[in-house]
């Protein structure tokens, strides 16, 4: 049988095959930063409203994200690049009052590749302000660039929820901009009816005029600020999960019918929704630019 000589094809496949992921590295690595196709906060705050929706659709859709079905469930995640801490949270006198989990980068691999990881191919139990933050942590990193968002945080220790270069907070209050992150209570009438429960409040992007997302199920579309506020108000109104022993039943229920039949106390539910003492956020224009600028300049040093 007469042989064939291979194919000059063939002959460089073994190089070909070698080189690929260098080449799909740097490929991602010169992916152009989102930063420099934006020209002013404006247009920032559009693309910031709508990726961010689209990531939040995400992480509420695609199976690997959960919240917490009680308040004292675990927050975990299977991403081996990531730890899940969580903090003390104390009162004053000291007292412990809450624990507040956030995540926190090992390294071991860069930025970029450990978000990716953790947002596409792990297991997460998290609640709605790891949620928010993490989805400000994407959009801080297709602004600048996985080169960029990598070097920056080569040093830096990225934690989410924490300190963003780029996020910046100008008041308090409901986020009513386009782009504006916030945080709305719920009535102090929930905790005692639902002391377990996991809708003491809520993070919310706000994503047009009147419209919000954020981390929870009712979220397979923007939603208007007074259906969030329903949707709290009957969370709050459910049949209270206090033990039944406990002594006090009979006047929560009490008050469970009166918060139901009352227009009064419903106008002040809605009125409690200001929150503030926390700040609303977003992505800073000029201040993504210093950074970029900060982090051109290390590089050509």
């Known amino acids: 049988m007469r042989r064939t000589a291979p194919s000059l094809f063939m002959f460089f496949v073994p190089f070909i095959l070698a080189i690929l992921p260098l080449s799909t590295e740097a490929a991602m690595l010169r992916k152009v930063p989102v930063i420099d196709t934006l020209t002013s906060q404006d247009t920032l705050n559009a693309w910031a409203a709508q990726r961010g929706q689209e990531l939040l659709l995400h992480l509420n859709t695609c199976g690997r994200f959960r919240f917490p079905e009680q308040r004292d469930e675990p927050h975990t995640t299977s991403s081996p690049h990531w730890d899940m801490r969580h903090d003390d949270v104390t009162d004053a006198t000291g007292r412990l009052i809450a624990r507040s989990p956030k995540l926190v980068l090992k390294g071991g691999v860069p930025a970029s590749v450990a978000l990716h990881h953790l947002l596409h191919e792990s ?17 801080e990193q297709e602004l600048l660039g996985d080169h960029h968002f990598d070097s920056l945080h080569r040093h830096t220790p990225l934690m989410i929820p924490g300190p963003l270069a780029s996020v910046g907070s100008t008041r308090r209050g409901i986020p009513e901009t386009t782009g504006e992150i916030g945080y709305i209570v719920n009535t102090s009438l929930y905790k005692r009816f639902h002391p377990r429960g996991r809708w003491n409040g809520q993070n919310l992007l706000c994503v047009g005029t009147d419209l919000y997302t954020g981390f929870d199920p009712i979220f397979t579309e923007p939603r208007s600020m007074p259906y969030i506020l329903d949707q709290m108000y009957q969370e709050t109104i459910k049949t209270p999960t206090t033990d039944a022993s406990d002594p006090t039943l009979h006047s929560i229920k009490l008050m469970q019918a009166q918060l139901k039949e009352s227009r009064r106390l419903w106008e002040n539910f809605k009125t409690c929704q200001s929150a503030p003492d926390y700040p609303v956020l977003f992505i800073h224009y000029h201040r993504l630019r210093q950074c970029q600028k900060m982090l051109k300049e290390e590089m050509d040093e």
């Open 123 to 139: 297991d997460n139990v998290i609640e709605c302000q790891i949620a928010v933050f993490l989805v400000l942590t994407a959009l």
